[in-house]
């Protein structure tokens, strides 16, 4: 959500949050005018020890960890696709450990996640409201790593276990059953704890250096190793300009510093693109089922079930974006270049792409206005030329082909047509 909403406070007072809200502004006030000189980095956390990082990954990997037993974290998370991917399921949404049960959101890649920062209110100088920033997950519900992890495997649409007892138990059989007690103690008694620990691993892994590699084409470039070609240049330009495809406002990057830290290609924020309407997705047969993204989180230090946060999801990073079966949060698109088309053409021609007819299909009606229409490229009027052409648009999916890194490129999926595996 961002600046130009004139809605009340997304957060309320209660529990202090006024006292708390000014605190934070105060803060940000400070903080603010060093933002820039900060290291983007600054929750990196501090590394853990290799034998713990192994242990998270034969976790991570471990298929004996669902119900029933053939489901890791990898079926999901593949290594191949940069750890995203649908698990076999064509329909842009990932199948669980049982036939016919689909998770409602598409998955996210698994690298460079040790920059997200924790879900945060942020203050600009020019900005009415603050915005809201950071956090696991589509939504930001989860603050880390080790704490969300009960939730895949507990969820009946992906790992489906029954409680922390059942978990515990198949991580007491698993072939890291003798390491995970030589990193934890004999934390294999408490089913509670030995899932806090099977965390602990997990995040040691996905926050370790290989799960943020800085191999793409697009680091070489910036570190002043490599070329771009003529077309992936024009697409960088296109990618930055305020007046085409503005796509740094939220997906940022400083192209102009050798440090690839500082081009994440997300700030972390929440906007309101209303992506068509997933129909695939079982449970969307019920027309009143819509998924509200942030206003559906639930935290009490910094609650978010106003309205006004409804609908909005966390800006992706595109690191690696080539290399995904399905994109937006609910999947609905299988081809990158739709995306970029989307952008440029959603204001100009919506019913390209809401195939109901019914713009911004995807959001309830009381919702819609809060779809933002006032960003560059998709500030326009149906029936104007769109801010990006048809070689514009070439231009971009050529440049986010940089992105990928080295460990991906056979899997890249920049083409008119999708790659189909299995
Ligand atoms: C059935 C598919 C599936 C499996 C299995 C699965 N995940 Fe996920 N994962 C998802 C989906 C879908 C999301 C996005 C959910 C959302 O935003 O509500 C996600 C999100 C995440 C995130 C948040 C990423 C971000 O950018 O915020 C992490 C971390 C994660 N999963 C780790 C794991 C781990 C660790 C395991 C194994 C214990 C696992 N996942 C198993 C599908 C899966
Ligand atoms: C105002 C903020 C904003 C701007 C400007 C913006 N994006 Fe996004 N982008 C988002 C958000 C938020 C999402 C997730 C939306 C959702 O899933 O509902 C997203 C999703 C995406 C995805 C899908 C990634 C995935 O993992 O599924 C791609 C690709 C993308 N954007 C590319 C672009 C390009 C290219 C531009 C410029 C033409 C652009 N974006 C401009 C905020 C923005």
Request: hydrophobic residues 40%.
């Amino acid at each position: 959500m961002r600046r130009w909403w004139v809605n009340a406070l997304g957060y309320d007072p209660r529990g202090g949050g006024s006292a708390f809200a000014l605190a934070l502004v105060v803060l940000v006030t400070i903080v603010a005018p060093f933002a820039d000189a900060m290291p983007s980095s600054s929750r990196v956390p501090p590394r853990a020890n290799g034998s713990r990082i192994a242990l998270g990954r034969a976790i991570f990997f471990d298929p004996g960890l669902s119900e029933p037993p053939g489901t890791s974290c990898a079926s999901c998370h593949a290594p191949e696709r940069a750890f995203s991917g649908n698990h076999g399921s064509s329909i842009g949404v990932a199948q669980g450990s049982r036939p016919n049960h689909f998770a409602t959101r598409s998955t996210p890649s698994l690298l460079y996640l040790r920059y997200v920062p924790r879900f945060h209110f942020h203050q600009d100088d020019d900005a009415i409201q603050p915005s809201a920033v950071g956090g696991f997950f589509w939504d930001g519900r989860a603050d880390s790593i080790s704490e969300l992890v009960r939730q895949p495997l507990l969820n009946p649409d992906e790992m489906n276990n029954r409680d922390s007892a059942q978990i515990a138990q198949k991580v007491a059989g698993g072939g890291y059953a003798a390491d995970f007690r030589r990193e934890f103690g004999e934390v294999a008694n408490d089913p509670e704890a030995a899932v806090t620990a099977l965390g602990d691993a997990l995040e040691a892994f996905l926050t370790s250096d290989d799960m943020a590699p800085f191999s793409s084409k697009y680091d070489a470039y910036v570190r002043g190793d490599a070329k771009l070609t003529a077309l992936e240049a024009k697409g960088l330009k296109l990618f930055k300009d305020p007046d085409k495809g503005n796509c740094v406002s939220c997906h940022r990057i400083y192209d102009t510093s050798k440090n690839p830290e500082r081009s994440l290609f997300t700030d972390f924020g929440y906007d309101a693109v209303a992506a068509p309407r997933n129909r695939y997705i079982p449970a969307n047969a019920d027309p009143e089922r819509f998924d509200l993204g942030l206003c559906g989180r639930r935290n009490a230090r910094t609650p978010t079930e106003d309205d006004a946060w409804c609908v909005n999801f966390r800006t992706p990073s595109l690191r690696n974006v080539a290399v995904r079966q399905s994109f937006m949060h609910n999947g609905v698109f299988k081809r990158l270049r739709d995306v970029v088309a989307f952008y440029a053409t959603r204001a100009t021609n919506p019913m390209r792409w809401y195939e109901s007819g019914v713009r911004f299909e995807d959001v309830p009606v009381r919702y819609r206005g809060q779809v933002n229409v006032n960003a560059i490229p998709y500030n326009r009027r149906a029936g104007d030329d769109p801010a990006l052409t048809d070689a514009d648009v070439d231009a971009i999916v050529a440049f986010l082909g940089t992105l990928t890194d080295a460990a991906y490129r056979d899997q890249a999926n920049t083409g008119a047509r999708p790659v189909i595996r299995k």
